[in-house]
């Protein structure tokens, strides 16, 4: 059987189908039913899906839930959020409610500039680059006109651009480092337009005025983004901690310091922390039609600046007071994209008020505090076995195909006995004998 294949893009979507199914899948019935069962019936709106990415064959849901009672700057926010994994929304809105009855979030975008380069190789003189490049650099400006007038005529374009010598890490390597603002745009297809146009421009001007030539490696935006950062923080007076969970609030403090500290200190236990703080992320930028990707990355840089991967989250006492807060670079847009595009994505964006950028900025970060606080929280005295498995009771039972009377049943019975995996198969193997 040939698994390899010619002109596989140029196939109708039922023969990518019959192809994917006949050499990978064995020809299942089965697997072809499933792959057919995930498109929709609106024509329209299938078309839609299969045309954001190349050789769809189907559908791939993720559920899209809502944390509701965010109170964020004193303003009211149900959060959407997209994600697979129990537990996330639950504990997004377990600390949105807690935090509600105690001031609420408040958050404030630092700083919003984006990064682009033109990297390149020059093997000459590094002082006739230097006066060739600010002689240049108004005409770099310029041939960029038309791509930044609108974008200029909102407040935005190109801030600076600047050449940075390389050659410490790299014979013969510069870039020309450029700073954006984007406004309401995550600004990718605006700022790689304006790094193309340096580069030809920068190159053609090369060509006719420098003995050594430079030769253009790439021209591309950065996703880290450490001047494009958005802070969240929460915080009361050590006794307003109090609740079901927390008897001896000092105690609980103490210990949230300690569990926050650790994640400041050892990257092994970071890495989970930072985990949580994405489970709250990620899903907010995933329902709000941002790329996750690049999110990921430069949050995970900006967790690694000081030459240790660290806790992107930070807590405090002070004259009885516990804060809790996050600084993290978010690059993210309400405009362009998929925000324009995707149904569900405008319908997000409506929910949540149709926010700027810098507003989705402030609601993504406070996202991401709360689930780190919802985590710790339980870390630091329940343990985060007895909700998380709680929550994921459902699955398990949807493992085993149980029945809507067996759920019932099984869901009672966990109300006062601990859920474990191996519990829950005890149970349904119990009422099914
Ligand atoms: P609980 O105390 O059993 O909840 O917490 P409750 O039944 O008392 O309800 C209190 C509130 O929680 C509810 O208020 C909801 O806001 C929310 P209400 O709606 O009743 O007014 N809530 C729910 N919301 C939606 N659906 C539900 C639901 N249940 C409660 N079914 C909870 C249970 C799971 C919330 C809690 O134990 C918790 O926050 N656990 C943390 C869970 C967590 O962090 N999960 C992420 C996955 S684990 C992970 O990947 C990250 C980690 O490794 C990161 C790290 O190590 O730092 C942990």
Redesign the pocket.
């Known amino acids: 059987m040939h698994k390899s294949v010619s002109g596989f893009s140029k196939l109708s979507k039922s023969e990518k189908i019959d192809w994917i199914v006949t050499h990978y899948l064995s020809g299942s019935e089965a697997s072809k039913k499933t792959l057919l069962q995930y498109l929709n019936s609106d024509k329209k709106l299938q078309q839609l899906h299969d045309e954001f990415i190349e050789n769809t064959i189907s559908n791939y849901y993720l559920p899209l839930?809502i944390?509701?009672?965010f109170k964020i700057n004193d303003t009211m926010y149900a959060i959407p959020m997209a994600i697979e994994?129990?537990?996330?929304?639950?504990?997004a809105?377990?600390?949105?409610?807690f935090w509600m009855s105690r001031g609420g979030f408040k958050a404030e975008v630092l700083s919003t500039t984006k990064i682009g380069q033109v990297h390149f190789m020059f093997h000459g003189d590094t002082a006739v680059l230097e006066s060739f490049f600010n002689i240049v650099k108004p005409k770099l400006l310029e041939a960029t006109k038309d791509i930044t007038k609108n974008m200029d005529a909102r407040g935005g374009g190109i801030l600076d651009i600047v050449l940075k010598d390389k050659t410490e890490a790299i014979n013969g390597y510069y870039q020309l480092h450029g700073t954006f603002e984007t406004l309401d745009a995550m600004g990718a297809n605006f700022i790689n337009s304006c790094l193309e146009q340096f580069s030809k421009t920068f190159k053609a001007e090369a060509q006719l005025h420098l003995e050594s030539p430079i030769e253009i490696v790439m021209s591309i935006l950065s996703n880290y983004v450490p001047d494009c950062i958005v802070r969240a923080e929460v915080s009361c007076p050590i006794e307003e901690l109090a609740d079901?969970?927390i008897e001896d609030p000092e105690m609980f403090a103490k210990k949230f310091l300690q569990a926050v500290s650790i994640?400041e200190a050892e990257p092994y236990?970071a890495v989970?922390?930072n985990?949580?703080?994405m489970?709250g992320i990620d899903a907010v930028v995933l329902a709000t039609g941002n790329d996750f990707r690049a999110i990921e990355a430069g949050v995970h840089a900006y967790a690694a600046r000081n030459g240790q991967y660290a806790s992107l989250t930070h807590a405090k006492i002070e004259n009885g007071i516990f804060t809790f807060w996050t600084e993290l670079p978010l690059a993210l847009g309400t405009v362009g994209g998929l925000t324009g595009l995707h149904p569900l994505v405008k319908v997000a964006l409506d929910i949540l008020g149709k926010p700027s950028a810098k507003e989705l900025m402030q609601i993504v970060a406070v996202a991401g505090l709360a689930?780190?606080f919802?985590?710790?929280?339980?870390?630091t005295t329940?343990g985060?076995q007895?909700?998380?498995m709680?929550?994921h009771l459902m699955n398990i039972l949807n493992q085993f195909e149980a029945t809507d009377k067996e759920k019932a049943t099984i869901v009672d019975h966990f109300k006062t006995h601990t859920v474990t995996h191996s519990a829950v198969v005890q149970a349904i193997t119990a009422i099914r004998q």
């Open positions: 839930g944390a509701p009672n994994e129990s537990s996330v929304v639950a504990a809105s377990k600390a949105a409610k079901k969970n994640a236990r989970t922390h985990k949580g703080i489970n689930q780190n919802a985590a710790l929280k339980s870390l329940t985060i007895e909700g998380h709680k929550m």
